[in-house]
């Protein structure tokens, strides 16, 4: 089965510029994930998606930072303007869901953001 | 609420010798534990998982790890190490449905 796909893979833009990161999950995976990775850092959720809504978004910067899954496939992830403590790796998962040995928590390969 | 400490950022051990890196969890609920290995430049890639039944997990590129719940700890081994295992580890706690919550992370450097 195909990864969950993230772009860019890169990505390095000037303070107060704005930027987008794009995910598609696993196929059938209806929970939808973003993780900001700091370097040195264990990730942290920034946001959390089960089909088209919004599960979790508390750790979320809402005056800077929005997300949406429209049609409860893939994610799109933006910052506005961003500042210099947003240079992160910007991880996007999916889950099946299930119980026991049935659970499956996939990640991409992520997006580097550099804010200069 | 669910947190997780690994004990230890960085971990050195010499090539053929046994890795031990060390993860405890608290956790509300019976939880899911999870092991993930993070190379430069990469995204997490699952070594092993926890969720239900025999506490002890073998996972990829010979790395196991028990589930103690008494002692509320998740602990990653690898009797020799490779020095193709050189990478970050992150143990994580989660539950069906949920967010993972992980650790800092500890760097397994291997010397020849």
């Known amino acids: 089965e195909a990864g969950v796909a993230q772009s860019p893979r890169y990505k390095i833009i000037e303070k107060r510029q704005s930027v987008a990161f794009w995910c598609n999950p696993i196929s059938g995976h209806a929970t939808l994930y973003w993780y900001q990775q700091i370097l040195g850092q264990g990730p942290k959720l920034l946001i959390q998606?089960?089909?088209?809504?919004?599960?979790?978004d508390s750790q979320l910067p809402k005056d800077r930072f929005s997300a949406e899954r429209l049609k409860g496939v893939d994610s799109t992830l933006k910052i506005q303007p961003a500042k210099l403590e947003d240079s992160a790796v910007y991880l996007c998962a999916s889950s099946l869901g299930g119980t026991g040995a049935n659970y499956g928590y996939t990640f991409g390969s992520g997006t580097r953001l550099t804010v200069v | 609420a669910q947190s997780v400490t690994q004990l230890g950022s960085h971990v050195s051990v010499s090539e053929g010798a046994l890795v031990l890196l060390r993860c405890n969890y608290s956790s509300s609920v019976p939880p899911y534990l999870f092991w993930y290995v993070q190379y430069p430049n990469q995204g997490l890639q699952l070594l092993l998982k926890?969720?239900?039944?025999?506490?002890l997990v073998k996972g990829i590129n010979g790395f196991e790890a028990e589930f103690k719940k008494s002692e509320t700890s998740f602990h990653l081994t690898k009797p020799s190490a490779h020095m193709s295992d050189a990478a970050e580890y992150f143990c994580a706690v989660g539950r069906a449905g949920n967010m993972l919550t992980f650790g800092g992370g500890t760097r397994l450097m291997v010397k020849p």
């Open positions: 998606f089960q089909n088209n809504g919004v599960v979790d």
């Open positions: 926890y969720t239900t039944g025999a506490t």
